[in-house]
């Protein structure tokens, strides 16, 4: 089955700066990547995603970017505030009635 | 609309013991999840329905149960709680499969003693 690894673990900013958080995957045939932000003690909830027709997609200050040949994926936030801390999980689905498989979850610490 | 709604929030139970999580979404959607979060380990699909009618095992399906009651409304059984199984529980809807958005309940979270 697929194999999500996520880096890093935590993550700390300060205002203002950039974070980047990395996922790969195993499986080839995921077309469909998208990421939740959860903050405490709520459900994940979808902020981006992308599909494997696509290198890259923005959305105001966060961005996902695709690399199929190399499996991996990634998610970019820019100016960082500090209502962006939470956790983050990036997730890959094959399509069709397959099932998302999640990272392991990266913790967002932005500092005022 | 109230998205996604579960309960109970809290469930405190003794090893042995049954309960039954409920799960109702109001979005018309085909397919329903539960899924079990443990610290460092993300979110783990432990049954899935991905239309009313069908139901399929996830990645960690032991000790569970699942009923797709109707449309709306999607439960988890456990038959025999053990400490193991103290986690919490989420459930989600989407559309028709993964490849759409899935949208989250609060979640509930589960002791077992």
């Known amino acids: 089955g697929e194999n999500v690894e996520q880096h890093p673990s935590t993550l700390s900013v300060q205002e203002g700066d950039s974070a980047v958080i990395k996922c790969t995957y195993s499986?080839?045939?995921?077309?469909?990547f998208p990421w939740y932000k959860q903050e405490l003690g709520k459900g994940p909830q979808l902020i981006i995603d992308i599909r494997s027709n696509v290198g890259e997609k923005k959305d105001q200050r966060i961005a996902v970017t695709l690399n199929k040949t190399a499996k991996h994926f990634s998610l970019h936030i820019t100016e960082t505030q500090p209502e962006d801390s939470a956790v983050y999980f990036c997730?890959?689905?094959?399509?069709?009635?397959?099932?998302?498989?999640f990272g392991k979850g990266t913790m967002l610490l932005v500092s005022p | 609309n109230a998205g996604v709604t579960q309960t109970p929030k809290f469930q405190v139970l003794k090893t042995g013991q049954s309960m039954t999580l409920q799960c109702a979404q109001d979005m018309n959607h085909n397919s329903m999840y539960w899924y079990r979060q443990d610290p460092g380990m993300g979110l783990r699909l432990i049954y899935y329905?991905?239309?009313?009618?069908?139901?399929d095992k996830g990645e960690v399906p032991n000790g569970y149960n699942v009923s797709r009651l109707n449309k709306r409304e999607f439960s988890l059984r456990l038959e025999s709680a053990a400490p193991s199984q103290t986690s919490v529980y989420f459930c989600?809807?989407?559309?028709?499969?993964?490849?759409?958005?899935?949208?989250f309940g609060p979640g509930t979270r589960l002791t077992v003693t």
């Open positions: 499986d080839s045939a995921s077309n469909y």
């Open positions: 989600a809807s989407s559309k028709d499969g993964s490849s759409y958005e899935q949208y």
């Open positions: 997730a890959a689905a094959g399509g069709g009635y397959s099932t998302l498989t």
């Open positions: 329905s991905a239309s009313e009618g069908t139901t």
